[in-house]
């Protein structure tokens, strides 16, 4: 797609587009589970992850380093640039369970693809570009996103740290163990005296309106607010063969007639989003009568308004319901993350560059949460949403294509080229 008088033009981003891909085939095989891609933070994986992109940071000239947040860093200070200012782009290295092996990795290696493309073309840079790989987008170990990013933008919350993942290790704990110095999180933060001149995130759209639209690249105009809740029900148990049917206080069934209420919900809102994803049962044997059932809960929109209500509708059904079948229950509020305009000059910047690449169209609304939501209350900020072909995502069918990803690398140089020449 990169559209240029010949195709000569297109064949260095096609070469870059090229080694994105094979080092993402590399970092897919950094996984905690063989035979599928899992990365959590601070895993035996994310150390492989990081051994493997260390040397190509190196190479590209940009001094690799981890974090104490276990952030991946590089930065490229060309000659003349002022290292106080430094803009940043950059994405996850951490995956879902079973994840396909674009979600976030995709954007990291495009970072660095742009870092080695205004090399190669010798752009003049005011300021420093820094590669970011985030250590915890996904929140999987601990159950809260973007703990790299926070400390990165300086919005980490201590408390945070306190966070126990299923085997009851702390997120302090996971950090010492991973290398990192868990007190150090507030250097991870530009230093005073430091700028952050903007944050740009290239990322697969995991979703299929690109594709549906014939469409290679598109800029985001907002993401989502989200919000993820715990709810616990509790019942009695007993023997499913002695235990008559009437009368049970089964908290499966409190649950499922609510998981039910959650898609009622999602299909009645517009823009709305309500997913039951994770849901155990204790003690989960075919002829015992459940004792404890929990359900997790996330619910995104893009008005922080209309996500906070259905939250509240759905947490007062779920009580409703308990009380009707006898069963105790618990919601916790794990993460409330408001929705985040993108920053307009640079929407305006990659629309161009877009444009200019034969790629163009209208921002999309991003429901997938980002690290970019984080960073854009600190700095201005853009993403880059890439065609998922098939539309799949958090699944190891995720798939790109290489012209895609050639446009991709060549927009967001081109951006920020404008950028600095405009600086
Ligand atoms: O859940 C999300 O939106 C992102 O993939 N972490
Ligand atoms: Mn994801
Ligand atoms: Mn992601």
Redesign the pocket.
């Known amino acids: 797609m990169v559209k240029r008088d010949t195709d000569a033009d297109a064949r260095p981003w096609q070469q870059l587009a090229q080694t994105v891909l094979d080092r993402c085939d590399l970092l897919a095989a950094c996984t905690d589970e063989p035979g599928r891609i899992t990365r959590v933070f601070c895993s035996p994986a994310m150390t492989r992850a990081h051994a493997a992109a260390q040397p190509w940071l190196e190479q590209a000239g940009a001094a690799p380093r981890v974090d104490a947040a276990g952030n991946l860093r590089g930065s490229y200070v060309a000659p003349g640039a002022d290292a106080t200012k430094t803009l940043v782009i950059g994405s996850?290295l951490d995956s879902?369970i079973d994840a396909g092996r674009y979600?976030g990795a995709l954007g990291v290696m495009i970072g660095l693809a742009v870092v080695e493309a205004l090399q190669q073309r010798k752009t003049a840079l005011p300021w420093a570009v820094e590669v970011i790989g985030f250590s915890d987008?996904?929140?999987v170990r601990f159950g809260t996103?973007f703990l790299g990013s926070h400390a990165a933008a300086g919005t980490f919350e201590e408390s945070l740290l306190l966070r126990r993942d299923a085997r009851g290790i702390t997120v302090a704990d996971a950090l010492r163990e991973f290398g990192c110095d868990p007190a150090a999180i507030p250097q991870c933060a530009p230093a005073p005296g430091c700028e952050l001149v903007a944050y740009l995130e290239a990322h697969i759209e995991?979703g299929p309106a690109l594709e549906l639209a014939g469409r290679p690249l598109a800029t985001v105009d907002a993401i989502a607010g989200?919000s993820r809740l715990a709810f616990t029900w509790r019942g009695e148990g007993g023997h499913a063969g002695t235990v008559p049917m009437r009368g049970r206080r089964d908290p499966l069934i409190a649950a499922s007639r609510w998981a039910l209420e959650v898609r009622r919900v999602g299909l009645e809102i517009a823009g709305l989003t309500a997913t039951v994803g994770r849901a155990t049962v204790d003690p989960n044997v075919p002829n015992c009568i459940a004792r404890r059932v929990e359900m997790s809960l996330?619910v995104?929109h893009a008005d922080d308004m209309v996500r906070s209500a259905a939250t509240n509708q759905l947490v007062e059904i779920a009580e409703a319901m308990a009380r009707e079948e006898g069963v105790a229950i618990a919601v916790e509020h794990h993460h409330d993350h408001a929705a985040i305009a993108m920053d307009a000059p640079w929407n305006a910047r990659l629309t161009a560059a877009c444009e200019g690449l034969g790629a163009p169209g209208a921002a999309l609304t991003s429901?997938?949460?980002?690290d970019a939501g984080v960073m854009a209350r600190v700095t201005p900020t853009a993403m880059l949403l890439i065609r998922s072909p098939g539309g799949v995502?958090?699944h190891p069918d995720e798939a790109v294509t290489l012209t895609d990803v050639a446009a991709a690398i060549a927009a967001l140089t081109t951006a920020i080229e404008d950028f600095a020449a405009a600086s």
């Open positions: 996850h879902v979600d987008e996904e929140g996103p995991q989200q996330d995104r429901g997938a949460g980002h995502s958090h």
